[in-house]
C-alpha cells in the first residue's frame, strides 16, 4: 500500500499546516468592518486597475488551439462542479470528502445511484470566505481539499484538474491571491489546477463545451476576455455545439439586470456567430439548489437549463422567496427581442424546510454575542449621556437614574411618567440626540432607503432599540437602587460597576434577540423581501449542502446529478496513513449521507425523455464495468 508521502503526524494545525476554521460569523462588527472595508477598496481600485486586462497581456501570442484545455478524446467524461465553498471545515469538507472519493452512492425514492468522481473539478466561484487572502485559501480552501484527498499515484491513474471562476469574495484583495492559487498549474491536494486566466473554455467530447466566464463583480466583460472566446469559437466551434456556461452570479433571477444582460451580450458575440447554443447556465452564489427549464411549448428556442449549485460550504440560503417562474430576454437588442419563459423544476432545501430554518434567526443573541455587545455598548454610552445631562443641566429635580428608581417597570401607568422624564433631558441633551440619530440612522441604513417600507422598517427597528435601552436604564435603577441595595447611592462607584455589568449581560442579550426579532418579522412581510439572506446568514447554518455531478456518455447525452447533503458531519478522527485516494480524516459517526434532490437531468436528443433513476444508474455501472 502506497502511504502518502507528507502525512501530519497529527491533526494539530501545526502539523497540517491549515487552521480548521468555524463559520464566518457574518455579524461580528470586526468581521463586518474588514469584509466592508475590503468590498470598498475592491469596488474602487477594480475600476482602474483590471486584472482581467493584465491576464490577457502576459500570452498575447497563443494561437486559438493552445487557448482551450482539450477534453474531446474521452468519449466518456465526469465532471464535478461545486460553488461557494471554502466557509467553516466542517461544511467544506464534507463536500470535498464526498467528491474525491473514486464513487459514491447516492439514495433516492428507496433505491440508490452510483456516481464517479470527476475527472474535472470545476469551483464555480467565491472559493473562500469572508475576503480572498492566502492565509483564508490555505485555511477555508486548500486545506480541507487536501485532507480529502491528499494525493493520487499518476502512474496508476490520471489525477483529477480543476478550474476555477472567481466570485465576488475572490475578487476582494483585487484577484492576487486567486491568480496564484489557481493559475500557476498547483497542486491543490489530489486535484491539479490547470487553468492560465480567471476565466477558461474546456472542450468536452461529442459536441459539448464548458466554458468559465469572469464577470468581476457584476461588470462588463472585458474586451480581452471576449477575443478570447471569440477566437476559440471562431476556430472550433461546429454548428450543434452544446455549451455549458458557468457564472459567478445567478443573474438570470433578476431579468433585465446588468449582469443578465451582459452574459446575454456575450452569447450574441461569441456562440450565436458559430450556430453553437448555451444550453445549461451554472452559476452558485445563492448558497442553495434551484433549478429553471425553459418551458417547451410556444418556446422559439429549445430546452434549456439555468441551475444555482451553491451548496459548497457557506452558510444555507432561503428557498421559499425564489419565483416559480421566469421570463426573460434572451437577446440583444430591439430587433429581434427573444423572450422565453422559465419554470422552477427543483429546489433544496424544499420551500417548507425553508420556511422553518428561519425561525432559528431568534437565537440571534446566541449566535452573534459580539453584535449583541455592540449595542449593549451603545445602551451604557446611553445611560451616560442621560445621566450627565440630567445632573449638570439640572433639568428635573434628581439625577434621571434617581427619579426613575421611585417608579416599578411592571406597573403600566409608569411608562409615560418615566419616558416623559426622559423627554425632559433629551431636549437639553444634543450629544443624546446625536446619538439617538445615529443608532436610528444607521439601522435605517441597514434596512436599505430604497423604499419607503425599508425606510419605515429601519425607523421602528431604531426606535425599538431607543425603546428598550430606556427601559433597562429604569429596570436597573429601580432593582439596584430600590430593591436590592436601598442603601447604594446612584453615583456611587459601586453601582457603576454594577449597571455596567448589567448593561452588557441582560441588555446585550436583549438587544441581540430584539434584532432577530426584528429580522424575522420584517422578512415575513409579503412582498418586501427584506433581510431574507440576513435571517439566514446571521445563524450560519451548516446543513443543507449540494453539489453537481455531470457524466458525459458514450452517446454523448448529458445527465447531471444534483447530489444533496442535509446534514453534515461535525465529528471526524484522524488518519495519518492516508494510502492513494483516501482521506486524513474520516466521519466518526458513520458515513456521511447524501441523495439526489430530484431526478437526473438528461439533456441530448430534444426527443428523448428523461430516464428513470434506475435505467440511469444501469447505465452508469455498465460504463464501470467496461472501465
Excluded at 485559501?137 to 490520471?158: H, I, M, Q, T
Excluded at 461529442?206 to 468581476?216: A, M, R, S, T
Excluded at 444634543?430 to 425606510?455: D, E, N
Amino acid at each position: 500500500m502506497s502511504i502518502c508521502p507528507h502525512a501530519p503526524q497529527s491533526d494539530r494545525k501545526e502539523d497540517l499546516e491549515f487552521e480548521r476554521k468555524k463559520m464566518v460569523v457574518w455579524f461580528n462588527p470586526v468581521q463586518l468592518t474588514r469584509t466592508g472595508i475590503k468590498v470598498l477598496l475592491s469596488e474602487l481600485f477594480g475600476s482602474y486597475a483590471d486584472k482581467r486586462e493584465i491576464q490577457a497581456a502576459l500570452y498575447p501570442d497563443q494561437s486559438p488551439g493552445t487557448l482551450f484545455h482539450d477534453y474531446s478524446s474521452n468519449n466518456e467524461l465526469w465532471i464535478d462542479y461545486l460553488a461557494d465553498t471554502g466557509d467553516g471545515f466542517n461544511s467544506t469538507y464534507t463536500m470535498a470528502r464526498l467528491f474525491s472519493r473514486e464513487s459514491c452512492r447516492h439514495k433516492f425514492k428507496g433505491s440508490e445511484v452510483t456516481t464517479h468522481r470527476g475527472r474535472l473539478l470545476v469551483l464555480g466561484g467565491d472559493q473562500v470566505y469572508p475576503a480572498a487572502s492566502r492565509t483564508e485559501y490555505y485555511n477555508r480552501l486548500v486545506g480541507p481539499f487536501r485532507s480529502a484527498l491528499p494525493w493520487v499515484d499518476e502512474s496508476k491513474s490520471d489525477a483529477p484538474h480543476l478550474f476555477a471562476i472567481p466570485g465576488n469574495h475572490d475578487w476582494y484583495d483585487g484577484l492576487t491571491s486567486f491568480l496564484r492559487l489557481f493559475c500557476q498549474e498547483r497542486w491543490i491536494g489530489g486535484w491539479r489546477t490547470q487553468q492560465r486566466y480567471s476565466y477558461f473554455a474546456i472542450k468536452l467530447s461529442h459536441q459539448w463545451w464548458l466554458w468559465g466566464v469572469d464577470i468581476q463583480l457584476d461588470s462588463d466583460i472585458d474586451q480581452p476576455q471576449l477575443r478570447y472566446f471569440s477566437k476559440i469559437a471562431e476556430a472550433h466551434m461546429n454548428e450543434g455545439d452544446k455549451v455549458i456556461l458557468c457564472s459567478a452570479t445567478p443573474s438570470w433571477v433578476e431579468d433585465g439586470s446588468r449582469a443578465y444582460r451582459n452574459l446575454v451580450f456575450f452569447e450574441q458575440k461569441t456562440i450565436a456567430p458559430y450556430q453553437g447554443e448555451i444550453k445549461i447556465m451554472l452559476s452558485g452564489d445563492l448558497h442553495h439548489y434551484c433549478r429553471y427549464q425553459s418551458n417547451s411549448e410556444g418556446n422559439p428556442v429549445e430546452t434549456r437549463h439555468k441551475i444555482i449549485s451553491g451548496g459548497g460550504g457557506a452558510y444555507t440560503a432561503p428557498t421559499h422567496r425564489m419565483p416559480e417562474k421566469l421570463t426573460l430576454s434572451e437577446s440583444d437588442g430591439p430587433e429581434q427581442k427573444i423572450t422565453v419563459e422559465y419554470q422552477r423544476a427543483g429546489i433544496f432545501p424544499d420551500i417548507q424546510q425553508s420556511r422553518r430554518l428561519r425561525y432559528g434567526v431568534l437565537r440571534f443573541h446566541m449566535l452573534n454575542p459580539w453584535y449583541g455587545g455592540i449595542f449593549a455598548g451603545l445602551y451604557l454610552l446611553y445611560a451616560w449621556l442621560l445621566q450627565s445631562a440630567s445632573i449638570s443641566l439640572g433639568t428635573i429635580s434628581e439625577s434621571f437614574v434617581e427619579a426613575v428608581k421611585e417608579y416599578s417597570p411592571l406597573i403600566f401607568p409608569h411608562f409615560g411618567i418615566v419616558y416623559q422624564k426622559y423627554l425632559e433631558v433629551l431636549k437639553y441633551s444634543p450629544a443624546t440626540v446625536l446619538l439617538t440619530i445615529f443608532i436610528i440612522g444607521g439601522l435605517i441604513a441597514f434596512s436599505g432607503w430604497r423604499k419607503v417600507l425599508q425606510i419605515l422598517a429601519g425607523l421602528i427597528h431604531g426606535l425599538g432599540h431607543i425603546t428598550l435601552n430606556i427601559y433597562l436604564i429604569w429596570m436597573f435603577a429601580y432593582l439596584n437602587l430600590k430593591i436590592f441595595f436601598p442603601s447604594l447611592n446612584y453615583n456611587s462607584i459601586w453601582h457603576v460597576l454594577l449597571i455596567t455589568g448589567e448593561m452588557f449581560l441582560v441588555g446585550g442579550l436583549l438587544g441581540g434577540f430584539l434584532t432577530g426579532v426584528y429580522l424575522l418579522i420584517v422578512e415575513r412581510i409579503p412582498g418586501l423581501h427584506l433581510h431574507v439572506e440576513e435571517v439566514f446568514s446571521a445563524q450560519h447554518i451548516e446543513d443543507y449542502k449540494n453539489f453537481l455531478r455531470l457524466h458525459i456518455d458514450k452517446s454523448g447525452h448529458l445527465t447531471i446529478f444534483p447530489i444533496g447533503v442535509r446534514k453534515v458531519t461535525r465529528k471526524w478522527k484522524f488518519n495519518p496513513q492516508a494510502a492513494n485516494g483516501q482521506s486524513w480524516f474520516e466521519e466518526a459517526d458513520g458515513e456521511t449521507e447524501s441523495h439526489l434532490i430530484e431526478e437526473p437531468i438528461v439533456i441530448g436528443s430534444e426527443k428523448m425523455k428523461p430516464q428513470t433513476v434506475a435505467a440511469e444508474d444501469a447505465a452508469i455501472k455498465a460504463a464501470a464495468t467496461a472501465k
